[in-house]
């Protein structure tokens, strides 16, 4: 399952992370392709659920960014 909370990526190194994009890209190109196609999904919003995740692990290490980095 896709969903990763906030907890678990934050314990997750930046290769880790970066990583699990790459999966989790590949797994919406596949879900996406399977849609387009016609066919029907187990899980119908699994390409939302993909999206968000991507989004949370992106805003995460947005965040660690710039907590490494300061304030301007």
Known sequence: M???RS??????TPEEQQSEIKKLNTELLNARSVNHAGGSSDNPGLVRELRRTIA?????????KDSIEGPS
């Open 2 to 4: 896709p969903m990763l």
């Open 7 to 12: 907890s678990e990526i934050r314990d997750m």
């Open 56 to 64: 949370r692990i992106k805003t995460i290490q947005n965040q660690q």
